[in-house]
């Protein structure tokens, strides 16, 4: 079956400072991951997706196959980055399976 | 380019009544979502459309029913609201599962 799990439901980190959210995902096929950010009051927004191995706002994520995990990553964070972070796991029928989501807080 | 809209964007409903939300899209996008997003338990599916005249149940489905009559509008019914039906629920639509998803700002719905 398949399952994302965010293990962090918060994460507080310092402006400045690394921030590393974290995915596991389970899935018996090849799995397409995503990262979604949700800021205050507003929609889901796709922040990138391993396929495309892009950098968006300074975050990247790797797909480690072998620990099947998609962990999101930016070597210096800042306040805006607060948010709430959403990793998913597109299945059959592109239906995208979600995880708990990680409310992340830049401390100033 | 408006995306995915969805109406309305708030709700209060007395535990009986009935209601429906309305997801539209303007990209021509096969694909159609309906997720409710709780505190602590991220967004679950509650039902889906692949395509115009197709639906599908998702994870937590009872209490509600969907309708895909043309390919840009996915309905979502509650036709008898239960408290445990107050969420908020977000509408995405996709073209392929390699795109991502496209969401609606979402319906805060309050049942009382």
């Known amino acids: 079956a398949q399952r994302v799990t965010q293990p962090e439901k918060l994460l507080s980190v310092f402006k400045g400072a690394p921030v590393e959210l974290k995915c596991n995902y389970s899935?018996?096929?090849?799995?397409?991951l995503f990262w979604y950010v949700q800021y205050s009051r507003q929609r889901l927004q796709l922040l990138l997706r391993?396929?495309s191995r892009e950098s968006i706002k300074g975050f990247t994520a790797d797909l480690n196959k072998g620990e099947t995990s998609f962990h999101l990553k930016k070597p210096f964070a800042q306040e805006e980055d607060s948010a709430m972070y959403y990793c998913?796991?597109?299945?059959?029928?592109?239906?995208?399976?979600f995880g708990t989501g990680t409310s992340l807080t830049v401390i100033p | 380019n408006a995306g995915v809209t969805q109406t309305p964007k708030f709700r209060v409903l007395k535990t009986g009544q009935s209601m429906t939300l309305l997801c539209a899209q303007d990209?021509?996008?096969?694909?159609m979502y309906w997720y409710r997003q709780d505190p602590g338990m991220g967004l679950r599916l509650i039902h889906y459309s692949v395509g115009e005249g197709t639906t599908a149940k998702g994870e937590v489905p009872d209490g509600y029913n969907v309708s895909r009559l043309k390919k840009q509008n996915f309905l979502l019914g509650l036709e008898s609201a239960a408290p445990s039906q107050t969420s908020v629920y977000f509408c995405?639509?996709?073209?392929?599962?390699?795109?991502?998803?496209?969401f609606g700002s979402g319906t805060r719905l309050t049942v009382v």
């Open positions: 990209m021509n996008h096969e694909y």
């Open positions: 995405a639509s996709s073209t392929t599962g390699l795109d991502g998803y496209t």
């Open positions: 998913a796991l597109s299945g059959p029928g592109n239906q995208f399976y």
């Open positions: 899935y018996s096929g090849s799995p397409e």
């Open positions: 391993h396929i």
